[in-house]
């Protein structure tokens, strides 16, 4: 994959990283689990992380990042604020496990395409920590049966 192939596609994964940070706000925003509120900081706290990852690896190669979720993402995020964020812990996890593997198959397809070793890296990492993440929710999911 190209230079610029290759920052489309790290857009792309950089727009849902925002959508990701989003979803944890509104699930903040919404539980009264201190528990929980504790867990999706820290999980929204790795997100930000990835998306400050994936804006420098654009910029090192020669790209302009995008700062937003895209217009899928905001339509996206409408319906989610239509139908109402969730407010049980449980239904709450179980949003963020579904946006967790969203993510998880969104990096998985990039691997897909031949990309250069340093971006391989790059995204071999976050697929290992949001991995971990969905391994934390499942333990907070089971323990809130």
Known sequence: MDNQKTIKELNKLLEGQYMGIHSYENYLETTINPKLKEELIEIQKIHREHADTIVERIHQLGGT?????????????????????????????????????????????????????????????????????????????????
Do not use: C, Q, W
């Open 65 to 145: 990042a995008v700062n937003s979720t895209g217009i899928i993402g905001t339509l996206t995020e409408f319906a989610i604020e239509l139908s109402g964020y969730p407010t049980k812990t449980k239904d709450i996890i179980k949003g963020a496990i579904k946006g967790e593997h969203m993510g998880l198959s969104s990096l998985e397809k990039f691997l897909t395409n031949e990309t250069d070793p340093t971006t391989e890296d790059v995204i071999e990492k976050m697929l290992s920590k949001d991995r971990t993440i969905v391994d934390r929710l499942r333990v907070l999911l089971h323990n809130n049966k």
